[in-house]
């Protein structure tokens, strides 16, 4: 690779604007809100859209706005040849920020902070810059360069479905949207819902209710039942070594229609069930050791201890388990589940390996909950890869090893980046590795240094991707 020098010169002289023009775009609180018209996001996203399309203009790009959910600045000639997507709106400030999350400040300790300075609106400037760098040194080129900015990626990135639903991607993509230096392999998802029904019962003790686990990506610290027909004493006696087994502890009180048991365990990421312990399974492998009548909520605990047992975080008795090199294994957490009188219901998080497909994971799975009694349904979203050997991201790890004095390489996350769609794509930088930049949370920063890296980098990319060189 030859390294254009350049780049680096005009970069290092654009230093104080690419810090101005991040400045502004984060001092417009561009947290998504409710729809209004021309703003499907909230006045929020939009008017951080409306700033960035006048800073793009202001640059002589040509400037496109998609339906008020994702803006469009070009360069070259017509043929797509490269796009770079970023996204503008941010998550909620929260607590304990030591200075206005909505006024970024460049510190002594040469990090600016603020709201979306690395997530990811300092992705964004950093490829505007790289476009500028290119336009302003003149570079001939040879086919279009796209930066793509959308408006909903914090909130299920519906921006890019609408965009990509009227308009094809480039040959290629890059999102600055996460690491350096490359991530080409993204889990997929198959959400696996279930659900049984069966009469009113009488047989006593049964479990009458039950709940565990508040959101499907949340594999929850604590799930309780309610049981009819059993004594809180011997209940507790019977559940306390039965939990203990598997890393739990378990509390009783005397509740409506019986007495509630509830299991504590250690709540985490459904994309790493083995840093925690699942109160779900727990709860289940415990009811299903207690003397409950026969009957159909019953049958049911035990069937759901059989399929999703405790401690099977990779899907072995659902019959899924799989794994590749580039992804590692399919991971499998069981995080909601609620009884009633009259039935059960569940979702299962399971993420999979590029290798996953229909056939050997949903298949698999309904079946296995259809033969258990459960009517399953549920959602897969493939998993994404984008070869390793590729010119593209060759091509992308010579400019960033070049740039960065760092080795280049590709890895894979348990996914959802914002290139999950997009055929081809891979998410690059912005962030250097090692670099802790508080994403969502307080006092969010990123090095002035690694954003003018990164732009050097992706300026480096783009003329070697659309220059006539
Ligand atoms: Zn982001």
Redesign the pocket.
């Known amino acids: 690779m030859e390294k254009d020098m350049r780049i680096g010169a005009w970069m290092e002289s654009h230093r104080d604007e690419l810090v101005e023009d991040l400045t502004a775009l984060c001092r417009v609180n561009s947290v998504s809100g409710p729809a209004q018209e021309g703003a499907p996001y909230g006045p929020g996203p939009k008017k951080a859209m409306e700033k960035a399309m006048e800073m793009c203009a202001g640059y002589g790009f040509a400037v496109t706005n998609h339906g008020d959910r994702v803006m469009t600045a070009d360069m070259g000639p017509e043929e797509p040849l490269l796009d770079m997507l970023a996204?503008l709106d941010v998550v909620g400030p929260g607590d304990g920020w030591e200075t206005d999350p909505f006024a970024p400040v460049v510190k002594p300790d040469g990090y600016i902070y603020g709201r979306g300075v690395a997530?990811?609106k300092g992705g964004a400037v950093a490829a505007l810059y790289a476009m500028r760098c290119v336009k302003e040194l003149g570079l001939p080129l040879k086919g279009r360069c796209r930066l793509i900015l959308g408006t909903d990626?914090e909130n299920g990135s519906s921006d890019v479905a609408y965009y990509y639903g009227r308009v094809k991607p480039a040959p290629h993509t890059f999102t600055p949207?996460s690491d350096f230096p490359v991530c080409n392999a993204e889990k997929g998802f198959y959400r696996l819902r279930f659900r049984r029904e069966w009469a009113m019962e009488t047989a006593l003790p049964r479990v009458t209710a039950l709940n565990g686990g508040f959101r499907v990506n949340v594999v929850p610290g604590q799930a309780s039942a309610v049981l009819a027909g059993m004594d809180k004493a011997a209940l507790l006696a019977a559940a306390t070594p039965l939990a203990a087994e598997l890393g739990a502890s378990v509390r009783a009180e005397e509740a409506d229609g019986g007495v509630k048991l509830t299991v504590v365990a250690k709540g985490c990421h459904a994309a790493m069930p083995e840093t925690g312990v699942n109160a779900n399974t727990v709860l289940i492998r415990v009811l299903c050791g207690l003397p409950l009548a026969d009957c159909e909520s019953t049958a049911a605990l035990h069937a759901l201890d059989k399929l999703l047992p405790h401690g099977d975080w990779y899907g072995k008795a659902l019959g899924i388990a799989q794994a590749d090199e580039v992804t590692g294994p399919l991971t499998c957490s069981f995080t909601m589940i609620t009884f009633t009188d009259t039935g059960a219901q569940g979702l299962c998080d399971c993420r999979v390996p590029v290798c996953a497909n229909e056939a050997n994971c949903k298949a698999v799975a309904d079946a296995a909950m259809t033969a258990a009694g459960f009517v399953p349904e549920g959602d897969m979203v493939p998993p994404h890869y984008t070869p390793a050997k590729g010119d593209f991201i060759q091509t992308l790890n010579r400019s960033y090893e070049a740039w960065s004095g760092n080795k280049g390489g590709c890895y894979s996350m348990g996914g959802g980046t914002y290139v999950h769609d997009v055929p081809g794509g891979v998410a690059f930088g912005v962030v250097m590795p090692g670099v802790d930049v508080r994403m969502h949370g307080a006092n969010e920063r990123i090095p002035v240094k690694d954003l003018i890296t990164a732009a050097e980098i992706f300026a480096q990319a783009v003329a070697d991707i659309c220059g006539q060189g």
């Open positions: 996204h997530d990811d990626e949207d």
